[in-house]
């Protein structure tokens, strides 16, 4: 019998993923990539379209129904397939390898890269805010914080885990500081806006399941998870908990503080509500905390995205590059897969620049092409089902619970696709650019070149 050789873990295959991550590590991951910009942003349209103080609140409720079912559906895929891959792992066991590499490219080309930039706006905008840098500062800093993060997360799993643990810490602590500042204090709503709101109950859910977004993420700690049968499970359940309760806490001091009609009417609600309850430095203070908010959510999308591009490169030997997963020194992390991503993030930053609104070019380039996938992965708990023995975790209230999910996922695509415009058919056009690649890709499985267990899902 040997002996494990020093510093190597026991059952730990070098060159792929060590179960080192705890359920805290999981939960901060999801809370900092829920808990974003938006709950700063997005309230005032959720007010807009939000007839009272009461359908106002119910719609967060919704919102944190919708993320808990899911995480539920989630829970059971990430223990049956306790993988570094996520979504791409339920995909290509649930449809075939085909649908998962086309998912992955997804994932690389518009999905997280989308989303890495869009952050970056928002962070160079308020990091501009706080040290101008000339007419390219905004970009500059984007660029900056995507080239930092990544490299922090190329020093391993365990030192981007801890990154995201200290980012998420200051971020709850400063969302928390607002919220009880706006509970605390009489507020002073005035007199009813002129344009008073109404009810639009499917708007006003596109906006609430928009902040909420970002969930999902928590499943690609799976394969890093060091207890995945009970771990993933809490993750899901105290990490939405945990945003429901921030979420809540904050949308109750904006009625309390602004009412209802100011609420719709304002352009920057946390910067209101800062001012109304902190003083005069309260800008500063938001402009500080949006940017925390931002990074926080741009390390966890780094950290996560970089796991499902890492499973495209493991299985497909034409992908060397994103399938290395680096075992010197503290570098256990995908490194070729991080040090892509990067770049196209980038690239996406330098492009989103030139266009009118940055933003909202990347809001319209990924939402169509990410809600598709997540109805996939809804469908996918049905076949699971089908296709092999009980999971380690079974949804609760089988089938109601992935049902609706797959309804709230059906229709926030078609709402994706009905409020977007050109970035839309730009996400569309990248993720048919997979096709080929896809066909290219393969080309050595036809040689017998391939992972066994792709050749046992064809």
């Known amino acids: 019998m ?7 873990e026991p059952g730990h295959e070098p060159g792929r993923p060590a179960r080192r991550l705890t359920t805290a590590d999981g939960v901060a991951l999801l809370v900092g990539t829920v808990v974003g910009v938006g709950i700063f942003k997005l309230p005032s349209l959720v007010a807009q379209n939000s007839g009272s103080d009461t359908a106002f609140l119910l719609f967060w409720l919704a919102g944190a129904v919708v993320a808990l079912i899911g995480g539920l559906c989630y829970a059971e895929l990430a223990t049956r397939d306790a993988d570094a891959g996520g979504e791409y792992s339920f995909l290509r066991h649930a449809f075939g390898p085909s649908a998962a590499f086309l998912f992955a490219w997804a994932r690389l080309a518009v999905i997280q890269t989308g989303s890495i930039a869009l952050v970056g706006f928002i962070f160079g905008d308020y990091a501009q805010a706080l040290l101008p840098l000339g007419s390219q500062g905004p970009t500059i800093y984007a660029l900056v914080a995507v080239a930092v993060l990544t490299a922090v997360n190329m020093g391993g799993a365990t030192l981007g885990a801890r990154t995201q643990a200290v980012l998420t810490v200051f971020l709850a602590i400063s969302v928390t500081v607002l919220a009880i500042a706006g509970l605390g204090m009489e507020g002073d709503p005035g007199a009813p806006a002129a344009g008073s709101t ?14 909420f977004g970002g969930w999902n993420e928590a499943a690609y700690v799976a ?9 993933m499970v809490r993750v899901f359940l105290i990490g939405i908990a945990l945003v429901t309760l921030l979420y809540l806490a904050i949308n109750v001091a904006y009625l309390r503080v602004l009412g209802l009609d100011r609420l719709a009417e304002s352009s920057a609600a946390g910067a209101d509500l800062a001012t109304a309850t902190l003083g005069g430095t309260a800008g500063l203070l938001v402009a500080g905390l949006v940017a925390l908010a931002t990074l926080t959510t741009m390390n966890a999308a780094i950290f996560t995205g970089s796991r499902a591009t890492y499973a495209l490169g ?14 010197a020194g503290t570098g256990r992390a995908p490194t070729g897969a991080l040090l892509v991503q990067a770049c196209i993030s980038m690239i996406l930053i330098i492009g989103g620049s ?19 996938f997540l109805l996939m992965v809804g469908i996918s708990v049905f076949l699971r089902r089908r296709q092999s023995p009980p999971p380690l975790f079974a949804v609760p209230l089988y089938p109601l619970t992935p049902i609706l999910f797959c309804a709230a996922s059906a229709f926030m695509l ?8 050109r970035g839309a058919l730009l996400g569309l056009a990248a993720l048919a650019l997979g096709v080929p690649l896809l066909a290219w890709a393969k080309r050595p499985a036809e040689r017998g ?3 066994p267990d792709i050749a046992r899902s064809r």
């Open 414 to 421: 078609y709402s994706s696709l009905a409020y977007t415009g």
């Open 449 to 451: 070149v391939t992972r």
């Open 354 to 372: 030139l266009a009118r609104d940055g933003l909202n070019a990347m809001v319209e380039y990924t939402a169509p092409v990410f809600w598709f």
């Open 198 to 211: 109404t009810t639009v109950a499917g708007l006003a859910m596109v906006f609430v399941l928009y902040t």
């Open 314 to 327: 493991r299985d497909y030997p034409r992908l060397p590059l994103i399938g290395q997963w680096g075992t």
């Open 223 to 231: 394969g890093e998870l060091k207890d995945v049968r009970r771990g």
């Open 2 to 8: 040997h002996s494990p050789q020093p510093g190597r």
